[in-house]
């Protein structure tokens, strides 16, 4: 079992911004802050363009939340399979995702604590859009393939140094 460590802290200004879109929830803590982002859209397009314009690699820890009060039930194999997407992307480089041609890597446990990623862009981007598609692993997805449209999949916590994002996870 290894540790992780997480060091890179979101920009201050990215924080701020976010703070500022509708429907944004600041949860204060004495030991870090949760801002959730799950029913704001502006809020998610502004992290979204965050990552793709950030220069500097921030290696955020990923954890997957199951049973929001109201989202309807999910199942354990939905579960498994986000679990095993989360590992399958956990070592892909931003030159691996371009290139495609990676392989399924099935989680043989869920892994406790989260999925360390180097880089956030890959971390949001690419492992969000799959698990709201599952283009690329539809075949060894067939719980998620199943839901219905817009139904929640998840929540997923994403864990800085210096804050955690939440953000809501939906089937498209």
């Known amino acids: 079992?290894?540790?992780?460590?997480?060091?890179?802290?979101?920009?201050?200004?990215?924080?701020?911004?976010?703070?500022?879109?509708?429907?944004?929830?600041?949860?204060?803590?004495?030991?870090?802050?949760?801002?959730?982002?799950?029913?704001?859209?502006?809020?998610?397009?502004?992290?979204?363009?965050?990552?793709?314009?950030?220069?500097?690699?921030?290696?955020?820890?990923?954890?997957?939340?199951?049973?929001?009060?109201?989202?309807?039930?999910?199942?354990?194999?939905?579960?498994?399979?986000?679990?095993?997407?989360?590992?399958?992307?956990r070592p892909l480089t931003a030159t691996d995702i371009a290139a495609g041609g990676f392989n399924y890597i099935p989680a043989v446990f869920p892994v406790l604590g989260g999925v360390q990623y180097h880089h956030a862009q890959i971390a949001i981007q690419a492992v969000q859009e799959e698990i709201q598609t599952v283009a690329i692993f539809n075949a060894q997805c067939p719980g998620i393939v199943a839901l219905p449209s817009g139904n929640t999949i998840c929540d997923l916590t994403i864990t800085y140094a210096n804050v955690v994002i939440v953000t809501r996870i939906r089937k498209f």
Do not use: W
């Open 1 to 89: 079992m290894s540790c992780s460590t997480i060091s890179a802290n979101l920009p201050r200004n990215i924080i701020n911004r976010l703070l500022a879109c509708d429907g944004v929830v600041l949860r204060e803590d004495s030991l870090i802050n949760v801002i959730e982002i799950v029913e704001s859209a502006e809020a998610q397009q502004l992290y979204k363009e965050f990552l793709v314009s950030h220069e500097e690699d921030v290696d955020p820890l990923l954890s997957p939340g199951f049973g929001h009060p109201i989202s309807p039930y999910v199942s354990v194999n939905v579960q498994v399979e986000v679990y095993n997407l989360l590992e399958t992307f």
